[in-house]
């Protein structure tokens, strides 16, 4: 069996419908965006004195699971279910630092929201300044915990997440 490179530039295109673009037109549903503030730990800092890479990766998962559990979406929700959703690739631009002591807000909201998989979009904005130092996306796919497989994301929770869906005016 061969195994295609989810990473290779043909199929990442087609899973986010890449077209590369100035950050500034990437369009946010204003009033349907979650939020999810943070301030930058002394642990969170690299030898670089800002923020470290796998922070960023770190914030954008805490603020997806912050959003489902407000969801009621809890990972008992899910275990109990039996499904649940698992990270299948991260885009994810870098655009300025961020530093210790600095307060944050990561907003994410779904861009699709398709019968097995769901794209997240997040911004993370620095608030003193409202500059934005991170835009990304992550393609997430809702598996069946035994199997391991992709299974179908029920209607309901499709409608529960659907106020925070990308409207196709933006």
């Not at 549903?29 to 800002?50: C, F, G, Q, W």
């Not at 997430?140 to 005016?169: A, C, H």
Request: charged content about 25%.
């Amino acid at each position: 069996m061969t195994r295609r490179n989810i990473f290779s530039p043909g199929l990442a295109h087609s899973v986010f419908n890449y077209s590369p673009r100035p950050h500034s037109d990437m369009k946010e549903p204003m009033n349907r965006i979650y939020e999810h503030p943070l301030t930058v730990a002394a642990s969170e800092i690299d030898s670089l004195k800002h923020v470290n890479n796998e922070v960023y990766l770190k914030w954008l998962v805490e603020a997806a699971v912050a959003h489902s559990e407000s969801l009621g979406y809890t990972i008992e929700t899910f275990l109990a279910g039996g499904a649940a959703f698992v990270v299948r690739r991260h885009e994810i631009d870098y655009l300025l630092p961020a530093y210790l002591d600095e307060e944050l807000v990561v907003q994410t909201w779904l861009e699709t929201m398709e019968t097995v998989r769901s794209v997240r979009c997040y911004q993370i904005i620095r608030k003193k300044d409202g500059k934005t130092l991170l835009q990304g996306k992550t393609l997430w796919v809702y598996i069946d915990l035994k199997t391991g497989r992709p299974k179908p994301i029920p209607q309901e929770m499709i409608q529960n997440y659907s106020q925070f869906l990308k409207s196709s005016d933006t």
